[in-house]
Every structure is written in C-alpha cells, then in structure tokens.
C-alpha cells in the first residue's frame, strides 16, 4: 500500500480534490491511496498578496492547480517556465537537486511533490532577498 499519508493537527484544515475538510479534536491520520488526488495543507497555502517573491510566485501557481482554480495543463506550462526562470538564480547543487525534482513532479503531473520541492527553496529565496 503506497499513497500520501497526511498527519493532522486538531482543527487543521485540508483541501482535497476541490473540497475543505477539517479535523476534529483529535491528531489524525489519513492514507490518501489515490495516486492523482490533489490535496493541499491550508496551513501551508499562500494568500495571493503573499506571492510577492520568484519562488513564492511559483509555488502559488502549484497551489491554484491543487486547489483546481488553474487548469492542470496550464499550470504545467507555467510551472516548467517558473521553474527554468528560477534556476537561473539558485546554482548551488541542492537548490538544482530541488529544482530538478520539482520539474520531475510536474511532468508526470504530481503538483503536491512538485508544490513540496518547490517550497524547501523558500528559505534560500529568504536569505538571497536579505542580502540584496
């Protein structure tokens, strides 16, 4: 049995396949067995005025093809596009690793890994903007 399983705090709310749906009390844990649903923390969602950087703008467009407000084909085109554009700034070999892993993703359709790969250079991004 393979899948996405989501650990979820009490209260926690989670978009999938177009519907928000909120824990309860208690810590759960769901076992998400189909391959191409398409599931998003809320917790983790950027607002749209948060999408004021590079990568955050890239993980944004990930995020309204989970939340099916973009059509996944588009989004794949903007995606691939965002993702080319950012490798022009982040050359060290994991930032590549992470792009290279996010592109993988959005090939084969998988925009939640490809949203997760995508947001582990948010941190990078926030160090370069210091500096500048």
Do not use: W
């Amino acid at each position: 049995m393979s899948g996405l399983v989501l650990k979820l705090r009490p209260g926690e709310r989670v978009l999938i396949n177009g519907v928000v749906m909120q824990n309860g009390d208690r810590r759960a844990k769901l076992n998400i067995l189909t391959s191409d649903a398409h599931i998003l923390r809320l917790r983790d969602a950027i607002h749209p005025d948060e999408a004021n950087t590079p990568v955050r703008r890239v993980c944004y467009i990930a995020q309204l093809v989970l939340a099916g407000e973009a059509e996944p084909a588009l989004g794949r085109k903007q995606l691939l596009s965002g993702i080319e554009q950012l490798s022009q700034v982040f050359k060290d070999p994991d930032s590549r690793s992470h792009l290279n892993l996010a592109t993988a993703h959005v090939v084969e359709n998988r925009f939640y890994p490809a949203l997760k790969a995508l947001r582990s250079l948010l941190a990078r991004e926030q160090r370069l903007m210091e500096r500048v």
